[in-house]
């Protein structure tokens, strides 16, 4: 069984940069591709960003694209988000999620993290 648990997300001011992980319990987690996808109030959830399992490949969404980055450390089963230039609109719960290549569809992820609360408020 695989469970993610993310930590790090916060209230933080617009223009503010924060970083959030994904624990994950398995030791196998170099086998999966990691995503993050994030959730607004009243919107569906959205594709963040995602990273292959050993090549490091990473893809974006058009619109963290320069601002965040995805990253992970398999030796200790914890990927990564680093949010830069936060605004707003960044606002959302944010899940970590596990599968086997990093698809843009959420429905691809076998497993998922709770999710944590970013708020971007001055």
């Known amino acids: 069984q695989v469970q993610l648990v993310e930590s790090g997300g916060g209230l933080v001011q617009p223009g503010a940069s924060l970083t959030l992980s994904c624990a994950c319990s398995s030791r196998t987690f170099e086998t999966y591709a990691v995503a993050w996808f994030r959730q607004a109030p009243g919107k569906e959830r959205e594709f963040v960003a995602s990273i292959g399992r050993t090549d490091g490949r990473t893809y974006y969404s058009n619109f963290v694209e320069g601002r965040f980055t995805i990253s992970r450390d398999n030796a200790k089963n914890t990927a990564y988000l680093q949010m830069n230039r936060l605004s707003s609109e960044d606002t959302a719960v944010y899940y970590c999620?596990?599968?086997?290549?990093?698809?843009?569809?959420?429905?691809?992820?076998?497993?998922w993290g709770q999710g944590a609360q970013v708020t971007v408020s001055s």
């Open positions: 999620a596990a599968g086997f290549a990093p698809y843009r569809e959420e429905s691809e992820y076998h497993y």
